[in-house]
């Protein structure tokens, strides 16, 4: 494995974390048609929080892979709530929402931290980058949260969006399930001898695109004619992504078609 | 809000016990994981983290269902009508699981972990098969998963219930969503926290990693849930509109 060039997790991080929060912020800019730019962000966040995934299911959890991207979504959940609604016990400045998706990434890790010290320390799991993948997770979950609603809902206020528009009607459980598999999946997918990670993040893009296609539909419900406009930027995204995908994946099985035959013994 | 009010500390505290109600309820569900669904070890054969949240978040509907039309319920009105709707839904997987391990793989039940089932007193290692631990649902792993599963359930209906006594003053019809859905959260979390524990399989009450793990993985939800009510609470106050 060492010939293959890596993208470094901080690297990855910085992606998922400025890419997200990016998107998530010029989310409300020109309402509705900036929506799309949530899901955009969301798809960075899964990017980063699917290699997390990769670098702490690798040790083997004994539960599978499926089971942290289920609780990287519970605690994502948690500290997305959490976030976006403290903003109005800590300040009655309006302006005070712009801190909500910041705060909602800070709760997210303390949470992800306190999680992971106790299953490295208490449960002793024995994954020594446990507390930090933890970490990662639950901070990608949260924002994949945010990132996914406010494609839906068209900002990132939540007592005035998020409830009417994404929890009262449902969109939530949707962006909770899917957006799970969307970090779960590819690392699920992909694991064994020979897993590459450049082949995981093309299918992390992938799934975070289809996800963005899915929520899409949801925004026809909710925000009207720019839900389509997701819908098709998703399922392009999709194309793209599974087609890099593809390739990688008959590039890399290149070199296992290529041994030939078993060479015929002598009888 | 005042966070250290009584009354909020014991709504603080009974959010822990609803997590903790969890966490112990996966103890007690028989899951076998990936070899289970070989009919190579006893349990049902998914992982631990499907049976407890889908039994849970069964016994959460049924019991939102129930404060849904009795809004004057009492807490134990709502925990008993959830443990109802996880125990079902346990008991009903358990019973189609069993029928395929029986008439579809036939596999006699049998646990690898004890010698008598503790409950029929018959004895089981005579029909393990070589080279597995165990197979099928025996009489113990079921009465263990249904158990489990209502202590679930109950803790779901807990959280739900100390939940909506916040959010519904504050957004009434809006509530029964955002309660639903952090409940959730905190299901998933306290599911899979001790699924880490278990290591992904185990058999119920009489297996002999019950004893061993329970208590570190009880104490661990038990503090994240406390967490999660700090947490509950506190966005109680930012739905001022």
Not at chain 1, 4 to 31: C, D, N, R
Not at chain 1, 181 to 187: D, G, R, T, Y
Not at chain 1, 222 to 246: D, E, Q
Not at chain 2, 122 to 139: A, C, F, H, L, N
């Amino acid at each position: 494995m060492s010939d293959i060039k890596e993208i470094s997790p901080a690297q990855l991080m910085l992606f998922g974390i400025i890419g997200g929060l990016v998107g998530i912020y010029l989310t409300p800019i020109f309402p509705p048609y900036t929506s799309i730019l949530g899901a955009i962000g969301a798809i960075c966040a899964v990017i980063w929080g699917a290699e997390a995934v990769r670098r702490v299911a690798k040790y083997g959890l004994g539960t599978g892979v499926p089971s942290i991207g289920q609780i990287a979504m519970g605690m994502g959940i948690i500290a997305a709530m959490f976030g976006l609604a403290i903003v109005k016990v800590l300040t009655k400045d309006p302006r005070g929402i712009y801190a909500g998706p910041i705060l909602a990434l800070i709760t997210a890790s303390i949470i992800g931290f306190i999680i992971g010290w106790f299953a490295q320390n208490v449960i002793k799991m024995k994954i020594p980058v446990m507390i930090r993948c933890m970490t990662e997770i639950a901070a990608s979950g949260a924002l994949i949260i945010i990132g996914f609603s406010a494609a839906v809902a068209g900002n990132y206020d939540f007592v005035g969006s998020f409830i009417p528009l994404v929890f009262d009607n449902g969109v939530i459980l949707a962006v909770f399930w899917v957006g799970a598999v969307a970090m779960l999946h590819p690392f699920n997918a992909c694991l064994g001898p020979d897993e590459k990670q450049k082949r995981l993040l093309y299918l992390a893009g992938s799934t975070g695109a289809i996800t963005m296609a899915l929520m899409g539909i949801a925004a026809i419900m909710t925000l009207g004619k720019m839900g389509a406009v997701t819908l098709l930027v998703g399922i392009i995204l999709w194309l793209i992504f599974y087609k890099k995908f593809w390739d990688e994946v008959y590039n890399d099985a290149a070199s296992v078609l290529g041994t030939g035959l078993i060479p015929k013994t002598e009888a | 809000m005042v966070l250290l009010a009584t009354t909020t500390i014991i709504d603080i505290l009974l959010i822990g016990l609803s997590g903790t109600l969890i966490c112990l309820a996966v103890h007690f569900i028989p899951v076998g994981g990936a070899p289970a669904a070989m009919a190579q070890a006893t349990g049902i054969g998914t992982g631990t983290v499907e049976l407890a949240a889908g039994s849970g978040l069964v016994g959460l509907i049924t019991s939102s269902y129930m404060y849904a039309y009795e809004p004057s319920a009492d807490v134990y009105l709502v925990m008993a009508a959830g443990a109802m709707g996880a125990a079902i839904m346990l008991a009903s997987t358990m019973l189609a699981g069993g029928l395929i391990y029986a008439y579809g793989v036939a596999v006699p039940f049998a646990s690898a972990q004890v010698k008598k089932d503790p409950i029929t007193g018959e004895r089981q290692d005579t029909y393990v098969s070589k080279g597995t631990q165990g197979q099928g649902i025996p009489t113990i792993c079921f009465v263990s998963g249904v158990v489990g599963s209502a202590l679930g359930g109950a803790g779901g209906g807990l959280i739900y219930f100390v939940l909506m006594g916040y959010y519904s003053p504050l957004i009434t019809t809006h509530a029964a969503a955002v309660a639903g859905v952090f409940t959730m959260g905190v299901f998933y979390v306290n599911s899979v926290i001790p699924s880490y524990g278990v290591g992904g399989t185990i058999e119920g009450v009489h297996d002999p990693k019950f004893k061993r793990v329970v208590p570190k993985d009880v104490f661990t939800s038990a503090v994240v849930s406390m967490l999660c009510g700090i947490v509950a609470i506190l966005i109680a106050g930012g739905m001022t509109a």
